[in-house]
């Protein structure tokens, strides 16, 4: 298994990243890289919660393995294309 951690700092409140962020479903609104995004479970966030979205002809679904708001999201990926 392959893991990637990506962090960035920004000069904005936690609480305002966290208010795009916490909405997990709606990825296709603010990620350019992402075509289509749509819920896959009855709760839009929390731990457990998944979603699938099209990039270009690939389908993911990312699946909640970490939440902690205002500080904390991480998300496993199935689905993605094999690296050669």
């Known amino acids: 298994m392959v893991a ?3 962090q960035i700092s920004m000069n904005v409140p936690p609480g305002e ?3 795009t ?7 296709s609104q603010w ?3 992402v075509s289509h995004s749509s819920q896959l ?8 919660c998944a979603r699938r979205i099209q990039q270009g002809s690939n389908t993911i679904v990312e699946t909640i393995t970490e939440w902690e708001e205002n500080q904390v999201l ?7 294309p094999p690296v050669f």
């Open 17 to 19: 990243i966290w208010e």
């Open 74 to 80: 991480a998300y496993t990926l199935s689905g993605f």
């Open 41 to 48: 479970t009855e709760r839009s966030s929390g731990i457990g």
């Open 31 to 33: 990620a350019t890289f």
């Open 4 to 6: 990637v951690t990506k």
């Open 21 to 27: 962020l916490s909405k997990f479903d709606q990825i």
